[in-house]
């Protein structure tokens, strides 16, 4: 499979051991989607094999994240959702008035 981007860290001497969810959701500032999508096509390398999202990482492991891209774009089905939610509310809002 070809990735789009590829974020490899190695981390720091002084990293204290935590579950790797945690560390990609509260250190790194990953949203639950991304760390989902991850997840679901392990994509997470830890020191070059894939790892559960509740293992451990500790200080001087090299953590892979591997992105396809589709990852970030918005589905185009709730772009069109949205798009008509606001249409009706602007509708509704011209026939009130």
């Keep these: ?43 997470v390398l830890v020191n070059g094999n894939y790892r559960s999202m509740n293992e451990i990482v500790e200080k001087n492991d090299n953590i892979q994240l591997l992105f396809c891209g589709d990852e970030i774009r918005t589905p185009p089905q709730m772009i069109i959702f949205r798009l008509r939610s606001h249409i009706w509310k602007s509708s509704m809002r011209i026939v009130i008035c």
């Design 1 to 43: 499979m070809n990735y789009r981007w590829q974020i490899h860290e190695k981390l720091a001497d002084n990293q204290v051991a935590k579950p790797l969810r945690k560390l990609l959701h509260d250190q790194w500032l990953l949203p639950n989607r991304l760390i989902h999508y991850l997840r679901i096509r392990r994509t």
